[in-house]
Nanobody, 119 residues
Framework: QVQLVESGGGLVQPGESLGLSCAAS????????VGWYRQAPGKERELVAR??????TYDDSVKGRFTISRDSVKKMIYLQMNDLKPEDTAVYYC??????????????WGNGARVTVSS
C-alpha cells in the first residue's frame, strides 16, 4: 500500500519561510511526476509546483518564492516556501504518480498540511 505523508505545516507571519516535506512509502518501483497542490478555503485545489520528465513548473503566484525538489533515493518531495503572503494560506497536498508492480502507474495524494500566513 503506497502512502504519501506530509509534514511541516503551521502558522507563520507574512514574509517568513516554511518548508514542507512529503514521504512516500510502500512497494514503490518508481516515482514519476511529483508535485504540490493547495486548496484555500472556498476555492478549488490548484497546482503550486510540479516536477515531471520535461522539467519543473510553478504557478505564477509562487514563482521566485517557492522551490520544489525531490530526493529519489529517500523517496521524499519537498516544498520550500519563502516570503510567504496571506494569500498563500491553504491546505497543501503532496502528489505523486507512482509505479508499483501490483497497480501500475497510479496517482497518489497525501492528506494535506495546513499552512496559515497571518500577522
Amino acid at each position: 500500500q503506497v502512502q504519501l505523508v506530509e509534514s511541516g505545516g503551521g502558522l507563520v507571519q507574512p514574509g517568513e519561510s516554511l518548508g514542507l516535506s512529503c514521504a512516500a512509502s510502500g512497494s514503490i518501483v518508481a516515482i514519476n511526476i511529483v508535485g504540490w497542490y493547495r486548496q484555500a478555503p472556498g476555492k478549488e485545489r490548484e497546482l503550486v509546483a510540479r516536477i515531471n520528465n520535461y522539467g519543473t513548473t510553478y504557478d505564477d503566484s509562487v514563482k521566485g518564492r517557492f522551490t520544489i525538489s525531490r530526493d529519489s533515493v529517500k523517496k521524499m518531495i519537498y516544498l520550500q516556501m519563502n516570503d510567504l503572503k496571506p494569500e498563500d494560506t491553504a491546505v497543501y497536498y503532496c502528489y505523486a504518480n507512482i509505479y508499483t508492480y501490483r497497480e501500475g502507474s497510479v496517482d497518489y495524494w497525501g492528506n494535506g498540511a495546513r499552512v496559515t500566513v497571518s500577522s
